[in-house]
Nanobody
Framework: EVQLVESGGGLVQAGGSLRLSCAAS????????IGWFRQAPGKEREGVSC??????YYANSVKGRFTISSDNAENTVYLQMNNLKPEDTAVYYC?????????????????WGQGTQVTVSS
């Protein structure tokens, strides 16, 4: 059974940091791109970052503030989020894609976690 389990969300003040984790199981981790997405109330789900065979991708809105990394031995992907802003408030999801053509598009992804809430207060 494929599972993606996010953790690390919470409430933080603007300018603060959080580190999200995505623990994966039930598939060959090294074969998949792992992406982070977020969805704020009333908005569409958007791509935040992705890591695939060591290459990383970021949405313009988070470049320079967020860093994605992977621990392949633990089948876990992390998203370090620094200098958080109120507009980063959303539910954050991790997802896995076997053959992603566009790494920050949700439609490319096969499996999804349940999400973790990130709230940034001003």
């Amino acid at each position: 059974e494929v599972q993606l389990v996010e953790s690390g969300g919470g409430l933080v003040q603007a300018g603060g940091s959080l580190r999200l984790s995505c623990a994966a199981s039930g598939f060959t981790f090294d074969d998949y791109a792992i992406g982070w997405f977020r969805q704020a109330p009333g908005k569409e789900r958007e791509g935040v970052s992705c890591i695939s065979t060591g290459d990383t991708y970021y949405a313009n809105s988070v470049k320079g503030r967020f860093t994605i990394s992977s621990d392949n031995a633990e089948n876990t992907v992390y998203l370090q989020m620094n200098n958080l802003k109120p507009e980063d408030t959303a539910v954050y999801y991790c997802a896995a894609a076997l053959n992603a053509g566009s790494y920050l598009y949700p439609v490319e992804y096969d499996y999804w976690g349940q999400g973790t809430q990130v709230t940034v207060s001003s």
